[in-house]
Protein backbone atom coordinates (compact mmCIF):
# COMPACT_ATOMS: atom_id res chain seq x y z
CA UNK A 1 0.00 0.00 0.00
CA UNK A 2 3.17 2.13 0.88
CA UNK A 3 4.47 1.56 -2.50
CA UNK A 4 0.90 2.38 -4.66
CA UNK A 5 1.29 5.56 -2.77
CA UNK A 6 4.63 6.65 -3.37
CA UNK A 7 4.08 5.97 -6.89
CA UNK A 8 0.74 7.77 -6.89
CA UNK A 9 2.43 10.69 -5.58
CA UNK A 10 5.30 10.97 -7.50
CA UNK A 11 2.85 10.30 -10.98
CA UNK A 12 0.92 13.27 -9.75
CA UNK A 13 4.22 15.54 -8.81
CA UNK A 14 5.20 14.76 -12.89
CA UNK A 15 1.98 15.34 -13.82
CA UNK A 16 2.28 18.62 -12.34
CA UNK A 17 5.37 19.63 -12.69
CA UNK A 18 4.60 19.24 -16.67
CA UNK A 19 1.86 21.15 -16.77
CA UNK A 20 3.61 23.90 -14.86
CA UNK A 21 6.43 23.78 -17.35
CA UNK A 22 3.97 23.91 -20.23
CA UNK A 23 2.31 27.07 -18.80
CA UNK A 24 5.64 28.72 -18.20
CA UNK A 25 6.86 27.78 -21.80
CA UNK A 26 3.65 29.32 -23.12
CA UNK A 27 4.34 32.73 -20.85
CA UNK A 28 7.86 32.68 -22.17
CA UNK A 29 6.57 32.47 -26.00
CA UNK A 30 3.99 35.24 -25.24
CA UNK A 31 6.06 37.29 -23.88
CA UNK A 32 8.78 36.86 -26.69
CA UNK A 33 6.22 37.59 -29.06
CA UNK A 34 5.18 41.09 -27.27
CA UNK A 35 9.47 41.89 -27.60
CA UNK A 36 9.34 41.13 -30.92
CA UNK A 37 5.90 43.44 -31.53
CA UNK A 38 7.72 46.21 -29.66
CA UNK A 39 10.72 45.90 -31.70
CA UNK A 40 8.53 45.88 -35.56
CA UNK A 41 6.95 48.75 -33.90
CA UNK A 42 9.97 51.01 -33.52
CA UNK A 43 11.30 50.11 -37.18
CA UNK A 44 7.38 50.47 -38.45
CA UNK A 45 7.23 53.66 -36.03
CA UNK A 46 3.90 52.30 -34.72
CA UNK A 47 2.71 55.28 -32.54
CA UNK A 48 -0.20 53.41 -31.51
CA UNK A 49 1.20 49.98 -31.14
CA UNK A 50 3.82 51.34 -29.04
CA UNK A 51 2.05 53.33 -26.83
CA UNK A 52 -0.20 50.09 -26.08
CA UNK A 53 3.18 48.57 -25.29
CA UNK A 54 5.12 50.73 -22.60
CA UNK A 55 3.85 51.71 -19.44
CA UNK A 56 2.82 54.95 -18.73
CA UNK A 57 6.29 55.32 -16.00
CA UNK A 58 8.52 53.43 -18.68
CA UNK A 59 12.15 54.17 -17.87
CA UNK A 60 14.07 54.16 -20.90
CA UNK A 61 18.14 54.04 -20.50
CA UNK A 62 19.76 54.69 -24.03
CA UNK A 63 23.45 53.08 -24.90
CA UNK A 64 24.69 56.78 -24.65
CA UNK A 65 23.07 56.72 -20.62
CA UNK A 66 20.70 59.03 -21.47
CA UNK A 67 17.51 58.44 -19.95
CA UNK A 68 13.87 59.54 -20.97
CA UNK A 69 9.84 58.86 -19.96
CA UNK A 70 7.64 57.30 -22.29
CA UNK A 71 6.42 60.83 -23.93
CA UNK A 72 10.21 61.67 -24.65
CA UNK A 73 11.08 58.89 -25.86
CA UNK A 74 7.86 58.50 -28.57
CA UNK A 75 8.67 62.22 -29.05
CA UNK A 76 11.93 61.50 -30.61
CA UNK A 77 10.61 58.62 -32.60
CA UNK A 78 7.82 60.55 -33.58
CA UNK A 79 9.88 63.75 -35.12
CA UNK A 80 11.73 61.36 -36.61
CA UNK A 81 15.12 62.37 -34.61
CA UNK A 82 15.71 58.67 -34.07
CA UNK A 83 14.98 56.22 -36.69
CA UNK A 84 15.20 52.59 -36.50
CA UNK A 85 15.89 50.83 -40.09
CA UNK A 86 16.29 47.46 -38.25
CA UNK A 87 16.23 45.66 -34.85
CA UNK A 88 17.71 41.88 -34.51
CA UNK A 89 18.65 39.70 -32.17
CA UNK A 90 21.89 38.18 -32.87
CA UNK A 91 21.06 35.39 -30.79
CA UNK A 92 17.47 34.19 -29.18
CA UNK A 93 17.02 36.23 -25.99
CA UNK A 94 17.30 35.31 -22.20
CA UNK A 95 14.39 35.15 -21.01
CA UNK A 96 13.46 34.91 -17.04
CA UNK A 97 9.80 35.03 -15.41
CA UNK A 98 9.11 35.91 -11.50
CA UNK A 99 5.32 34.76 -10.73
CA UNK A 100 4.09 35.14 -14.17
CA UNK A 101 4.03 39.11 -13.76
CA UNK A 102 7.88 39.91 -14.29
CA UNK A 103 9.35 39.28 -17.51
CA UNK A 104 12.95 40.03 -17.93
CA UNK A 105 14.30 39.84 -21.78
CA UNK A 106 18.24 39.73 -22.14
CA UNK A 107 20.11 39.83 -25.42
CA UNK A 108 22.82 41.21 -27.97
CA UNK A 109 20.55 43.41 -30.32
CA UNK A 110 22.29 44.31 -33.70
CA UNK A 111 20.41 47.99 -34.04
CA UNK A 112 20.67 49.75 -37.64
CA UNK A 113 19.07 53.43 -37.15
CA UNK A 114 19.52 56.97 -38.23
CA UNK A 115 19.57 60.03 -36.35
CA UNK A 116 18.32 63.14 -36.77
CA UNK A 117 21.37 64.56 -38.70
CA UNK A 118 20.83 61.16 -40.80
CA UNK A 119 23.93 60.27 -39.64
CA UNK A 120 23.53 56.21 -39.73
CA UNK A 121 23.97 54.41 -36.32
CA UNK A 122 25.21 50.38 -36.87
CA UNK A 123 26.37 48.70 -33.92
CA UNK A 124 25.78 46.07 -31.21
CA UNK A 125 24.06 46.78 -27.44
CA UNK A 126 23.26 44.26 -24.77
CA UNK A 127 19.74 45.43 -24.11
CA UNK A 128 17.61 43.96 -21.05
CA UNK A 129 13.91 44.53 -21.25
CA UNK A 130 11.79 44.26 -17.94
CA UNK A 131 7.57 43.85 -18.66
CA UNK A 132 5.55 43.54 -15.90
CA UNK A 133 1.77 41.62 -16.96
CA UNK A 134 -1.25 43.70 -15.70
CA UNK A 135 -4.86 43.29 -16.68
CA UNK A 136 -3.85 39.99 -18.97
CA UNK A 137 -0.94 42.01 -21.22
CA UNK A 138 2.61 42.81 -20.77
CA UNK A 139 3.84 46.63 -20.54
CA UNK A 140 7.55 47.19 -20.68
CA UNK A 141 8.25 49.45 -17.79
CA UNK A 142 12.06 49.58 -18.05
CA UNK A 143 14.39 49.39 -20.73
CA UNK A 144 18.40 49.50 -20.26
CA UNK A 145 20.52 48.97 -23.20
CA UNK A 146 24.46 49.14 -22.69
CA UNK A 147 27.10 49.16 -26.04
CA UNK A 148 29.54 47.02 -26.51
CA UNK A 149 33.01 48.18 -26.11
Known amino acids: MMKISCLLL???FSVAVAAGS?????????????????????VDRDMRALRRLMADDL??????GRVQGKQEY???????????????YEEPPRVRLYDGSTGI????????????????????IVTTAIYIRTNREWRLVSQHNTSLP
Open 105 to 124: VTARLRVDAKTMTGTPNQRV
Open 22 to 42: AAMNEAIAELLRVDQSRLAGL
Open 10 to 12: IGW
Open 59 to 64: VYVHAS
Open 74 to 88: LGLLEAGDLQYLSLK
